[in-house]
């Protein structure tokens, strides 16, 4: 009988995916559940056919010049993949591959959700009604927060994500503007009644709320730049759920600190899991809402994105092209 692959998996996954991950493979899970460190991962690598390995994995090329001949496939289980040195892994004849458009709609889902809870200060309300709370009841000039219909929202990467959370923001009576480096077809840009801005400087002057929906590349590190959160107006508000890095976090902290920017929703940050402790400070004041990386995190998400991994890697030793390779 042929030896099944070796595959090794750095957190655990959903039990339906583990389940048929061990029917498989021959599969070693971190039984943990915490984030493996280098060292185990550089263990991994050594005498894994596959790893599976997830956003709070970085496998760089250090981790990569350890890996053995054996290792032939990276399965993410993961939409992005900057954590990956896909690179270097594609130089050592590494397939890697994601997990791309299973978890579009939540992640579009907890965009809107905070396009909404920031204006409307959401979490500053729910925060009053505590078991000992002493709320006064209800005042014409009390908890004000900002209408949402008819503001522009800025969209900065008009992919699958930005898509999906323009047809909600559609919804809300926001207008939809975006800044994409391709331009989307002229049937997409009618059907989402989306205006195009060419410059990115330009948008984020004129807009009322910003969304990051851009993968992190190396071109979209601190893409959000001092110079440009400086180009916001002081009524707008930036929500991020991509990753913490596009935005400049401590000039983000700064001008929301000076009231040169409203308010902030962010889902990601550029530490994770450390988040800047100013904007800890400033969560506290009601000038952000700030969530622990949970855009995609729905039971349907993660199973589909376990799917998505045991496909890849079927198609591998099946000797197929795995559909969710990530291309040079
Ligand atoms: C991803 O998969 O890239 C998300 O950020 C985590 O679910």
Redesign the pocket.
């Known amino acids: 009988m042929k030896k099944k692959p070796l595959v090794i998996v750095t957190r655990r996954l959903p039990d339906a995916v583990e389940t048929r991950m061990r029917e498989l493979f021959d599969t070693q899970l971190n039984i943990d559940d915490r984030p493996m460190s280098p060292a185990q991962l550089v263990e991994a690598v050594k005498i894994a056919d596959v790893l599976v390995p997830t956003?709070t994995d970085r496998i760089d090329g250090a981790i990569l010049a350890e890996a053995g001949e054996q290792l032939k496939v990276i399965a993410s289980f993961?939409?992005?993949f900057d954590h990956i040195d896909v690179e270097k892994a594609l130089a050592r004849g590494i397939t890697v591959t994601n997990?791309p458009g299973v978890?579009t709609e939540d992640t579009a889902d907890m965009t809107m959700a905070l396009i909404l809870a920031v204006p409307r200060r959401l979490v500053e309300g729910a925060r009053v009604l505590t078991p000992d709370h002493d709320w006064a009841g209800w005042s014409p000039t009390w908890m004000l927060g900002r209408r949402m219909a008819g503001k522009r929202l800025g969209i900065v990467g008009m992919g699958r994500i930005g898509q999906a959370v323009a047809r909600r923001a559609k919804a809300f009576g926001l207008s939809i503007h975006y800044h994409n480096r391709h331009r989307l077809s002229t049937e997409i840009e009618e059907g989402l009644e989306a205006t195009y801005w060419d410059s990115l400087d330009q948008m984020l002057a004129r807009m009322d709320i910003i969304s990051v929906n851009c993968p992190r590349t190396p071109g979209t590190f601190h893409l959000l730049s001092e110079r440009r959160l400086k180009l916001l107006r002081p009524e707008a508000y930036v929500v991020n759920t991509s990753r913490g890095d596009v935005i400049d976090e401590n000039a983000l902290a700064k001008l929301l600190e000076s009231g040169a920017i409203a308010g902030a929703g962010l889902d990601?940050f550029e530490h994770e899991p450390t988040v800047n402790p100013k904007l800890l400070r400033l969560a506290a004041k009601g000038k952000a809402v700030l969530l622990p990386?949970m855009?995609?995190?729905t039971i349907e998400g993660r199973i589909a994105?376990g799917e998505k991994v045991l496909i890849n890697i079927r198609a591998y030793f099946d000797g197929h092209k795995p559909p969710d390779r990530v291309l040079p």
Request: hydrophobic share 40%.
């Open positions: 956003v993961s939409n992005g997990t978890l990601v990386h855009g995609s995190a994105m």
